[in-house]
Structure formats: structure tokens, C-alpha cells
């Protein structure tokens, strides 16, 4: 069985109601990152980086998986398939994903701030000031914040290398390491980037650029993919 890669960014859930951060619409248009999504931030003003967090996991709630989710899930009928998403959100999992890696953290998850092997799931939006882990300590949104190390990096760049074809969808490459991983896929095999705005990468000019939104693209490269 065949193993497909694919790298997700915040434009696959934009159909679902889920802000990017780049367009014109999207979270940094709004909010300075070093206010809301930094150590420093959370130092400085915890308060208000957990109602960064709070405001966006309470839409998530109410947020469903979109076409371009939902048609992932369909290509594991013929292929092995590998989603490393830099998203928080949980709608890969939600749409039936089998293999979901989240290299920036999860938006439903809170850790200790003593212990970050405590991490707790969180059934309901709000993430108050004084909710404790199991040792007395606060608990923080479980986001990988800028400056912080990627845990989950190692093991992404592990599954990129196993790729036999490699998907981006909605995503600016703008973000490293996650922007890196397309250096660790084989040379030369098929390459596909569905998003509105995308444009060819330096390096990468097999890849087919499928200039449509996810709802649209991912389906119309999934059904390309099943029944070639
Ligand atoms: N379908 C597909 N792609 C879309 C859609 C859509 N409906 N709407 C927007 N896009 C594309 C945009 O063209 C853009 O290329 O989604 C991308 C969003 O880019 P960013 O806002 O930069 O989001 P992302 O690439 O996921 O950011 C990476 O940066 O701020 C950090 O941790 C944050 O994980 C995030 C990382």
C-alpha cells in the first residue's frame, strides 16, 4: 500500500469558520503574537493569552470537518495516509482521520505548567486562571508557542521520508520548522498544493499547484488519486 503524506495548515479549516492567520481576515491582522502566543505573553499577561485561546476554542466547538477534511479520510481506502497538520483544531480527527500528528499543539488539550507530561483533555471552551493540574499547578493552553521547541518534529520529519506522494493544503509555508518537512520527501516523486494562493516552491517545481479553496481542490485530488 502506497503511503501518502500531507502537510495541513489553517486553510483547511477556513471553510469550517476556522481563522488563518496570514490573510486578510486572520488572527496576526488582529492580535500581536507576541501578546498572545509567546512564553513571554503568557508571563507577562496570562490572562489574555487565555482568552486568545478561549475565544478560539469556543468556536471550534461549534466548527464541523469541511469537503476538503472529510475527502482525506476517503483516500485511506486505497493508501496509507500520514496527516502532520500545524493546526490545533481537531477537525482531521473529527472528519475519521486514522493518522493525525499535530506539530503545534491541540487547542481541546491543556498541560501543566510544572510537569508538560500532564496534559489533560478539556470537554468544555473556557480555560480559567486557578484550573490546576494533578500537582497544584496552572494549567496553559497545549500550544506549541513561538520560541518554544516542536516535540513533534522529529517525528514528522521521520514520517515525511516514508512518503511515495506528498499533499500541502492551505498553508503559507511561511513557518518553520513545519515549512522544512517538504526537504525531507524523496526527489522527484508526485507532489500536489491545494490553496487559493499558492505558489510554486523553490526547490519543488514538479509539485502541481491546485490553485482552489480545500472544499474544492482536496476533493477533486482525492477522487484523481482513488481512481488512477
Ligand atoms: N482553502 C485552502 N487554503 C486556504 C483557504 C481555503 N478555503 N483559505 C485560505 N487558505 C490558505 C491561504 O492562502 C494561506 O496560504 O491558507 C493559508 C493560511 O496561511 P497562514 O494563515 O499563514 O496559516 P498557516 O500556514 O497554517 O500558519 C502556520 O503559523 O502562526 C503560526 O502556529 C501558527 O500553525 C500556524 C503557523
Not at 469558520?17 to 507576541?34: A, P, Q
Not at 520527501?185 to 482552489?212: C, F, H, T, W
Request: contains cysteine; aromatic residues 8%; hydrophobic residues 40%.
Amino acid at each position: 500500500m502506497k503511503t501518502i503524506v500531507v502537510l495541513t495548515g489553517a486553510g483547511i479549516s477556513a471553510e469550517s469558520g476556522c481563522n488563518t492567520f496570514r490573510d486578510n481576515n486572520g488572527l496576526w491582522r488582529k492580535h500581536r503574537v507576541e501578546e498572545v502566543a509567546s512564553p513571554y505573553a503568557w508571563q507577562q499577561s496570562p490572562q489574555m493569552v487565555m482568552d486568545f485561546y478561549n475565544e478560539r476554542r469556543k468556536k471550534l466547538f461549534d466548527a464541523k470537518p469541511n469537503a476538503g477534511h472529510t475527502a482525506l479520510v476517503k483516500l485511506e481506502s486505497k493508501y496509507q495516509v500520514e496527516i502532520i497538520t500545524q493546526n490545533v483544531d481537531d477537525l482531521h480527527e473529527r472528519a475519521g482521520s486514522s493518522n493525525v500528528y499535530h506539530l503545534h499543539g491541540e487547542l481541546k488539550k491543556a498541560r501543566s505548567t510544572v510537569d508538560p507530561s500532564l496534559i489533560y483533555e478539556l470537554d468544555e471552551w473556557e480555560l480559567k486562571m486557578g484550573d490546576l493540574c494533578e500537582k497544584g499547578s496552572q494549567l496553559r493552553p497545549h500550544i506549541v508557542w513561538f520560541g518554544e521547541p516542536v516535540p513533534m518534529f522529529e517525528k514528522a520529519v521521520e514520517i515525511a521520508k516514508t512518503a511515495d506522494i506528498f499533499i500541502v493544503i492551505g498553508t503559507s509555508m511561511a513557518v518553520y520548522p513545519a515549512a522544512s518537512l517538504i526537504n525531507y520527501v524523496s526527489r522527484g516523486l508526485p507532489m500536489y498544493y491545494v490553496d487559493p494562493n499558492a505558489n510554486p516552491i523553490p526547490g519543488n517545481e514538479n509539485m502541481q499547484i491546485i490553485k482552489e479553496k480545500a472544499g474544492v481542490g482536496v476533493p477533486r485530488l482525492i477522487n484523481l488519486l482513488l481512481n488512477n
